[in-house]
């Protein structure tokens, strides 16, 4: 799955996939946690740990 985000901020975007981006149809995601791959340059990459390892930052922060 894939979206665009341009311009919107670092944890707008993890809260978005973490909560929002799911596949739709078949129901199955309800009992699943999000599992994510990051591949991002070096300047993103602590910033992205971060905010995927403390869930009530990354929604504090994505949902505002």
Same mark, same amino acid.
């Given at each position: 799955?894939?979206?665009?985000?341009?311009?919107?901020?670092?944890?707008?975007?993890?809260?978005?996939?973490?909560?929002?981006?799911?596949?739709?149809?078949?129901?199955?995601?309800?009992?699943?946690?999000?599992?994510?791959?990051? +591949?991002? =340059?070096?300047?993103?990459?602590?910033?992205?740990?971060?905010?995927? +390892?403390?869930? =009530?930052?990354?929604?504090? =922060?994505?949902?505002?």
């Amino acid at each position: 799955m894939t979206t665009d985000h341009e311009g919107e901020p670092l944890a707008s975007v993890l809260w978005d996939a973490a909560c929002v981006a799911w596949p739709s149809g078949d129901g199955y995601h309800e009992d699943r946690r999000p599992t994510f791959v990051a +591949l991002v =340059e070096p300047p993103f990459r602590d910033p992205v740990r971060e905010l995927l +390892l403390d869930a =009530e930052r990354l929604t504090r =922060e994505g949902e505002a």
